[in-house]
């Protein structure tokens, strides 16, 4: 079992960057593939970003990508969203998610574990 803990959400601007990290606790952290979504309000969860337990393998949504690098850090039991040129329909709860399964990393369905999630606002 894993825990997970997401900080570094906030309010910013259109155009501005944040760092979102999440760590992890309990069972080997490199054993989990691990991935980022989000909940805007009124809003399904939706896929953001994934990376597969090496780090070597990412996939991001298609709203995001180019604007948005998930990485992880396997020896700081820490993955990482780092999100640059925010636009207000970015505004959600960010979640991490982790698991131990290798296919279908896009669903949410997928994932076993969950943070409690991270508020990130960007106002226009």
């Known amino acids: 079992q894993v825990q997970l803990v997401e900080s570094g959400g906030g309010l910013v601007q259109t155009g501005d960057s944040l760092r979102l990290s999440c760590a992890a606790s309990?069972?080997?952290?490199?054993?989990?593939?691990m991935a980022w979504f989000r909940q805007a309000p009124g809003k399904e969860r939706e896929f953001v970003a994934q990376?597969?337990?090496?780090?070597?393998?990412?996939y991001y949504a298609a709203s995001v990508r180019g604007r948005f690098t998930i990485s992880r850090d396997n020896a700081e039991n820490t993955v990482y969203l780092q999100m640059n040129s925010l636009k207000p329909e970015d505004t959600a709860i960010y979640y991490c998610?982790?698991?131990?399964?290798?296919?279908?990393?896009?669903?949410?369905?997928?994932?076993?574990?969950w943070g409690q999630g991270t508020q990130v606002t960007v106002s226009s």
């Open positions: 309990g069972r080997s952290f490199s054993l989990y593939a």
């Open positions: 998610a982790a698991t131990v399964r290798s296919t279908s990393l896009r669903a949410r369905d997928s994932y076993d574990y």
């Open positions: 990376i597969n337990r090496g780090g070597s393998i990412t």
